[in-house]
């Protein structure tokens, strides 16, 4: 059964892709269910999306797809926004791309070299909606060298989704004994777990399995040029 306002919007995206062809953007939504922040709008449709009820297009940060509707489909629609500049009669209608931006927790600075203590302070950061999944995410500020030849450089954000699961070879955030928290590819070996570097000149981080605790992995990067 879906919430209120994630029947609202998907009734929203199902009207504007009957007017135009082309999904509302992040800041359309937002202003259609009276929400205060575009990550509001992120967390509905990624409800929506694990829910079955769209799916993202994949290389458009601004095409949905509505896969089906509510059997109660009850709620009255939402008000739509000024429909896009209609494409000529019987011309195909393509989504088009859109500067979509949301905005994720910043927890602080991540260590990429040794642990140091993280997910401290608690500020926002502005992130393409396109280089996020579906799922709730966050961001790390990465200290140190020790994950370079996996082109992660000191200062880069990265773009975690919030999991506590893992495959071996991913790229984790790990918090160790409950007070520091390092970014590293997760291995079993055994009963223990290593946390290995991407840099020849670290040695990997060997520890039992209640030491560790995976908070979340990798999903993408963020590289300001100065």
């Known amino acids: 059964m879906l919430t209120r306002k994630q029947h609202e919007l998907l009734r929203f995206i199902q009207v504007r892709l009957e007017e135009s062809g082309i999904s509302p953007s992040f800041e359309e939504m937002k202003e259609a269910l009276d929400l205060k922040?575009?990550?509001g709008v992120h967390r509905l449709i990624s409800a929506l999306e694990e829910r079955g009820f769209i799916r993202r297009l994949p290389n458009r940060a601004r095409a949905l797809e509505v896969l089906r509707q509510?059997?109660?489909s009850t709620t009255k629609p939402v008000r739509s926004?000024?429909?896009a500049e209609e494409a000529?009669?019987?011309a195909p209608k393509v989504p088009t791309p859109a500067n979509d931006v949301i905005e994720i927790p910043l927890h602080g600075r991540i260590a990429a070299g040794v642990p140091i203590e993280a997910l401290?302070?608690?500020s926002m950061l502005p992130v393409p909606a396109a280089l996020l999944g579906s799922g709730e995410h966050y961001a790390l500020e990465v200290s140190g060298d020790s994950m370079i030849d996996a082109g992660i450089l000191d200062g880069d954000f990265a773009l975690v989704k919030r999991t506590n699961t893992a495959r071996d070879g991913e790229i984790v955030v790990a918090l160790i004994r409950g007070e520091?928290?390092?970014l590293k590819?997760?291995?079993r070996e055994g009963s223990m777990l290593r946390l290995?570097?991407?840099n020849a000149a670290y040695e990997p981080q060997i520890y039992g399995p209640d030491e560790v605790e995976v908070q979340g992995k990798l999903a993408g990067l963020l590289r300001r040029y100065h």
């Open 88 to 90: 000529p009669l019987r």
């Open 70 to 72: 509510p059997e109660d």
């Open 81 to 83: 926004a000024p429909a």
């Open 37 to 39: 922040s575009k990550s």
């Open 185 to 187: 590819y997760l291995r």
């Open 120 to 122: 401290e302070g608690h």
């Open 180 to 182: 520091e928290a390092t």
């Open 196 to 198: 290995d570097p991407a």
